[in-house]
């Protein structure tokens, strides 16, 4: 059986574009946002496309462009490779080899070329992929991004925030404390589950953003744990606490805008 075609969004284009990675290269070097944007745009892109649309596309010059109905045959291609990518979902890269065909050709160039530069560091290379793979399952498993506001960033505190809104419970908080302290290794668990419960009550992720903090989730200075806590315990008037004030709604491809 072939596998569905993917047809990437422009931006992914600027991988090609990218510094080389050196294995020994420190996890806060790897951090690009522009890698983020592009990797979950071809994610974004897999999501079939209901009606013909007119969606505004992200930068700074802003613009419309004109999206049509997907034919049944392309929906439905599109439909399997979200399902290969969800057979990835509690398993480490390599356990789940129906993901590759989607996620390694859009790696960005220079993480897949630690292989060519050090042969022998393997496990590097598997670390360096990894958050790309868990993010492209977690994704293929609940679509829903938050819509776009100039100037305002929301990131998975705030989606915690909004969980525990949506189900008025204290365990929500309890979880949420419980991924602050999660090391790297543990974080497929942690947000297996997470996000298992804002697909139920419908509460949206910023996924590039995501995809930018799992990466720098073993910083020394736990600035990423530090911005979801502010998300989530931020007071009740601060603009952090407005974010989640009104129920989300989903957002268009190319609203993605990264920040912290």
């Known amino acids: 059986m072939s596998t569905p075609p993917i047809n990437a969004p422009a931006e992914a284009r600027e991988l090609a574009q990218l510094p080389k990675l050196s294995a020994t290269t420190r ?7 522009v890698e983020s944007r592009a990797f979950v745009g071809m994610l974004r892109s897999l999501l079939p ?19 049509k109905k997907d034919s049944a045959s392309e929906a439905s291609r599109k439909r399997a490779t979200l399902a290969a990518l969800r057979r990835g979902l509690g398993k480490a890269p390599g356990e789940a080899p129906e993901m590759f065909p989607y996620v390694i050709p859009y790696l960005p160039k220079r993480v897949t070329q630690m292989r060519a530069e050090a042969p022998d560091e393997g496990r590097a290379l ?49 979880r949420f404390i419980a991924l602050l302290s999660a090391r790297r290794d543990d974080l497929p668990t942690h947000l297996r589950h997470a996000i298992g419960q804002m697909k139920a009550h419908d509460v ?3 996924w590039s953003e995501l995809l930018d903090h799992v990466l720098l989730w073993d910083e020394d200075n736990r600035r990423v744990q530090v911005w979801w806590a502010n998300s989530f315990w931020a007071p ?4 952090a606490a407005a974010l989640t004030a009104d129920q989300p709604a989903p957002a268009q491809e190319g609203d993605d805008t990264p920040g912290a």
């Open 204 to 206: 949206p992720v910023r």
């Open 27 to 33: 996890p806060r070097e790897r951090l690009s946002t």
């Open 126 to 174: 598997i670390r360096a992929q990894e958050p790309f793979f868990l993010i492209a399952s977690l994704f293929a498993a609940h679509q829903l991004d938050w819509p776009y506001l100039k100037d305002h960033h929301r990131n998975f505190g705030a989606s915690y925030r909004a969980l525990s809104v949506a189900t008025g419970r204290e365990s929500v908080e309890q």
């Open 236 to 239: 009740v008037d601060s603009p």
């Open 49 to 67: 496309i209901e009606r013909d649309t007119i969606e505004r596309t992200s930068g700074a010059e802003g613009g419309f462009t004109e999206r």
